[in-house]
């Protein structure tokens, strides 16, 4: 006999991502609660409370990170679900928070229906995933996973010179060491796309695979100032015109090289940035993103082959920093899949542009994403949305995948 599918309750999960709002909600329905704020802590104690409603032990650890787990028949790694509460300034309703409330709507769906886990299942709040009031982003989770010295990130202060140690231990979220996560069956994070694709191929799910790799370059060009109304057109050494040229160039390569490649100048300094004066230096940043190795190293092959001058001006080109592509764990990605597959869900395989804690729990958890679509691809903004029901087939997704791993 086929078992009966189990569904989420929709207006259950509308109403906690509503009410999670309400702490730091702003004047345009976004949020802003920055980690370790007063709103953070709210929210804390909220995602507490309900945890312990449902009979789930929570414990701290000594980043600040959360850990409820309701206990299971066997003792075994546990399945973890989970995301981060804090947000952006002035950021939206979805960001983070919906993987936490996810982990925590599975969790109630599993006590609806009477169902005693095998093995434990935990749901995590990371401490500052953003990076918006103490740099870095992932920091807690980059901590864990021994990519950041715990020392160096406590000392982090933010605009008004408190440090993360000082935020941390008034929070009263500073925990023990000791409750560390160091072994799961899987961890399973939830998130709203932040990007235009699945709206834009009317799919609902994005099953995630990897966290594309980056590298940004600084390239710094070196001219002469001299008078703006004096000087003849051949005789400058303009370094904002040979920049532009630069800049065309390379728009031209990079996007010659790979329909899935994504490049960015995002930066731009201008000097002096006067307008009766040559500019003689400019210095810009190219970032480029993707998930094969091969394209990020022809990007860096032709961020190399810049010439040493052009328009009289010197080019200096620095690396500034890279990441390898981090590809998530097949078997789990495979239960994702099976589980969107599971309830008719259009959905495809896709990578993560952007940066999430799953990224740093891969490196010592077996670990996969799911994706719900993004209205207009926004997101870090107020008007950052995605449809309660989109929200709704992405828990039941992330349910299936935990009920298959439970067995």
């Not at 099976?338 to 740093?360: E, L, N, R, T």
């Amino acid at each position: 006999m086929q078992k009966q599918k189990l569904y989420v309750n929709g207006e259950r999960l509308k109403a906690t991502i509503e009410t999670f709002a309400d702490f730091g909600r702003t004047a345009n329905n976004g949020v802003t609660r920055l980690s370790l704020t007063e709103e953070d802590v709210k929210a804390r104690h909220y995602f507490r409370a309900c945890c312990e409603e449902l009979g789930m032990t929570v414990k701290v650890d000594d980043m600040g990170n959360m850990y409820a787990t309701l206990a299971g028949t066997e003792n075994a790694p546990p399945i973890v679900m989970g995301s981060h509460l804090d947000s952006v300034k002035k950021g939206g309703r979805f960001d983070g928070v919906l993987g936490v409330i996810s982990g925590l709507e599975v969790v109630r769906t599993l006590v609806d229906h009477g169902i005693k886990p095998r093995i434990p299942v935990t749901v995590m709040n990371f401490t500052n995933e953003e990076g918006a009031r103490f740099e870095p982003s992932m920091m807690a989770s980059g901590v864990l996973s021994g990519k950041f010295d715990k020392s160096v990130m406590l000392s982090k202060r933010d605009a008004d010179g408190v440090t993360f140690d000082e935020a941390l231990n008034a929070s009263g979220y500073a925990g023990e060491a000791g409750n560390r996560i160091k072994e799961a069956t899987a961890y399973l994070e939830l998130h709203i796309e932040q990007g235009p694709v699945l709206e834009k191929e009317q799919l609902k799910i994005g099953v995630v695979d990897c966290v594309v790799g980056m590298v940004c370059y600084e390239i710094e060009v070196t001219g002469q100032s001299n008078h703006a109304g004096t000087t003849p057109m051949g005789l400058r050494k303009d370094a904002l015109f040979a920049a532009t040229d630069l800049i065309a160039e390379l728009r031209g390569k990079l996007g010659d090289l790979d329909g899935e490649l994504v490049f960015t100048m995002g930066r731009l300094n201008v000097y002096p940035n006067i307008h009766t004066v040559i500019p003689n230096k400019v210095v810009f940043t190219v970032e480029a993103r993707h998930k094969n190795e091969d394209v990020i190293r022809e990007v860096e092959k032709i961020l190399l082959g810049l010439p040493g001058q052009q328009g009289g001006c010197e080019i200096k080109r620095t690396k500034l920093w890279s990441r390898d592509t981090v590809w998530f764990d097949p078997s789990i990605v495979g239960a994702v899949e099976a589980a969107a597959q599971s309830y008719g869900y259009p959905y495809k395989k896709m990578a993560s542009g952007a940066g999430h804690d799953a990224q740093f729990v891969a490196s010592f958890l077996p670990s996969a994403m799911i994706f719900v679509p993004s209205v207009n691809g926004q997101s870090h903004c107020e008007e950052e949305f995605t449809p309660y029901e989109d929200c709704e087939k992405g828990v039941n997704v992330l349910l299936e995948t935990v009920l298959s791993l439970l067995g």
